[in-house]
């Protein structure tokens, strides 16, 4: 254990003892503003009595946060070993204006995920990043047809009610985008599945296919938007 952190024990009938117990580490990375920092001790640690769990205030020195913070220790071998923070703040990131212009729903419930994961919900996090990979190929798929009024409609119907792996088989032209989001939905349906396939992959190979699903998608958009702009060579 590397510090020693002196705590208060509330016992019963409002006897109150102090201690010194030693924690592994300070948080390094504020769980509000997300700034790298050391965090100051403003001296109040609480051992829950009949519990395993150490509670120590802290506040973040970032002058354009300054909010306080607790950091909880759970007990082990040999001292109290950090767990985390609270409460969180999670970081949102923002999807590109082309990614944010094919499918808004995607966007939504990425987020939305995102948000369940940095609170720690993983088991609802996944089935979430599954469903907004969902979202994303299906209006990738219909921001690429070509057909018009009635047809469109129609093709509309039938994507949304196709099922995700059969809509990259069936629609989706570019080998990389239907490769890699072949491989998203594999993962994605594990997260959803009672029995898991692929049990050595975890969320995070699942962000990072949709990730480059997005990539390719947005390069695919990009590409098709600059040869429509310049078509030709000028004379
Ligand atoms: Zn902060």
Not at 18 to 38: F, S
Not at 199 to 215: F, G, R, V
């Amino acid at each position: 254990m590397k510090k020693s952190v002196k705590v208060r024990i509330d016992e019963d009938h409002g006897v109150v003892r102090t201690t010194v117990v030693g924690v592994d580490k300070t948080p390094a990375e504020c769980p509000i503003c997300h700034v790298a920092v050391t965090p100051l001790d403003l001296g109040l640690a609480l051992q829950i009595q009949g519990e395993t769990a150490l509670e120590q205030v802290f506040q973040c020195p970032n002058e354009e946060c300054q909010h306080i913070f607790v950091a909880r220790y759970q007990e082990g071998k040999q001292g109290f070993e950090f767990d985390s923070c609270v409460p969180i703040e999670p970081i949102v990131g923002q999807q590109s204006p082309t990614i944010s212009q094919i499918s808004p729903d995607f966007c939504l419930i990425y987020e939305q995920a995102d948000k369940a994961e940095q609170h720690g919900l993983l088991l609802v996090a996944g089935p979430g990043y599954r469903k907004a990979l969902e979202f994303l190929v299906k209006d990738y798929i219909i921001s690429e047809s070509t057909e018009t009024g009635k047809e469109l409609a129609i093709k509309k119907t039938t994507v949304e009610k196709t099922q995700l792996g059969a809509c990259i088989a069936n629609y989706i032209k570019s080998e990389r985008i239907k490769e890699i989001a072949r491989r998203a939905t594999w993962l994605g349906n594990d997260e959803t599945h009672y029995v898991r396939r692929w049990e050595d992959k975890d969320l995070k190979d699942l962000k990072k296919l949709i990730s480059l699903t997005l990539h390719w998608i947005e390069i695919e958009k990009l590409t098709a938007e600059v040869m429509v702009d310049m078509p030709h060579r000028k004379p």
